[in-house]
């Protein structure tokens, strides 16, 4: 199969990308699209057979449920069942950070077909904030499931590019956002009921910690984070957030003192910097053979979130025999930036 990409860097470029996503959605195909986060593989959520194109095109197993996007807090009723209890805190999430990069846990309703939630009881609903992705879920005037498009268990593509290396000769069409502004994918929360622990206020599971971070949720709800628990005990809280995730072909070791490096002579390495500074000691640990800055100067958390899994596809690209990634920050972001890096970590199920 060709593979299309469709370019939306003028106004007439872009009226045609989303008139041809849309078609080949309305026809149940499958078509990736930029978001804020990452780039998704999109199809109709209401149609079974277009959405088991996702998990072909992906390799994806089937018992790993999809995020599904809606057009905004209004078309939330569409796929989910609010239950009364989390009226509140749902609406209140949904106000503040809608469209954007939170994805809630809901109770599903009777619409979505088994195959997007993996035949859980639940679906998980965004918005994202990208405004192509917007049009396009707008025009179609149905819900979109999207994982990220990339192949399972490897690194997100957060550029039209990068989709194409991941997807390419698998999928009919890429529209070509540009590079994705944030880089990592949304953060996904379970709302759960007030409890006599959370002293009157709704619970959040923390699932999968994104560009949202604790301490903008802690504010509205006792927050319980599963997130980095799931990668300690390998217990499956939440479908696909456990063993190897997020993986380059090349193996990577998290290296959180520089002092534990002992480089094999005979092997070439690659360093994903931070900040790219002598005085953190990673730099000058070794005469690497490839070094990408992830945030270089600033230490902005939110810069090393964006160039992220850019950086990483380039130094799995670079053909060195291991790439060793220095700790960042867990100061917002950071934090999710840390729990990628160690499910990238995981070397077992690696294909
Ligand atoms: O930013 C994002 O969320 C991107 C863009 C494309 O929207 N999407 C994304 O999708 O990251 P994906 O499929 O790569 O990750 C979704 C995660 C999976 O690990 C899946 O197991 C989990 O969400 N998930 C989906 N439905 C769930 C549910 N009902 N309960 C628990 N986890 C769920
Ligand atoms: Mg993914």
């Known amino acids: 199969m060709d593979t299309k990409i469709v370019r939306t860097d003028s106004e007439e470029a872009r009226t045609h990308a989303v008139g041809q996503a849309v078609a080949e959605l309305r026809s149940g195909g499958v078509v990736a699209l930029p978001t804020e986060t990452v780039y998704g593989l999109a199809a109709d959520a209401f149609n079974a057979e277009a959405v088991a194109k996702i998990f072909a095109a992906k390799d994806r197993p089937r018992f790993d449920p999809l995020i599904v996007h809606v057009r905004g807090q209004k078309a939330l009723k569409e796929v989910a069942d609010v239950p009364q209890e989390l009226k509140k805190i749902v609406r209140s999430l949904t106000e503040l950070f809608w469209p954007g990069p939170l994805t809630l846990v809901l109770p599903k309703n009777e619409n979505v077909p088994d195959i997007v939630t993996a035949g859980l009881p639940t679906v998980a609903v965004r918005c994202s904030q990208h405004e192509i992705f917007g049009e396009i879920v707008a025009t179609l005037g149905r819900p979109i499931a999207a994982p990220s498009a990339n192949r399972f268990g490897r690194i997100s593509p957060t550029s039209a590019a990068a989709v194409a290396s991941e997807l390419g000769g698998r ?181």
């Open 171 to 351: 999928i009919p069409l890429i529209v070509d956002g540009g590079a994705c502004a944030r880089g990592i994918e949304s953060t996904i929360v379970r709302p759960l009921p007030p409890t006599e622990t959370s002293k009157g206020k709704a619970t959040l599971q923390i699932l999968r910690s994104g560009p949202i971070g604790s301490n903008d949720l802690k504010r509205y709800a006792h927050l319980e984070m599963v997130a980095n628990e799931a990668v300690s005990e390998n217990a499956p809280q939440a479908p696909g957030l456990l063993a190897s995730h997020y993986a380059p072909l090349t193996p990577l070791r998290l290296l959180e003192k520089p002092e534990d490096f002992s480089p094999d002579p005979d092997k070439s390495y690659g360093l994903l910097s931070y900040r790219g500074k002598k005085k953190d000691g990673y730099v000058k640990l070794h005469d690497w053979d490839e070094i990408e800055i992830l945030s270089p100067g600033s230490g902005k958390t939110s810069e090393a979130a964006l160039r992220f899994f850019f950086l990483l596809r380039q130094l799995d690209e670079s053909g060195v025999d291991e790439i060793i990634a220095e700790p960042v920050s867990e100061f917002g972001v950071g934090a999710a930036i840390m729990e990628r890096l160690r499910r990238a970590a995981i070397q077992e199920d690696r294909a």
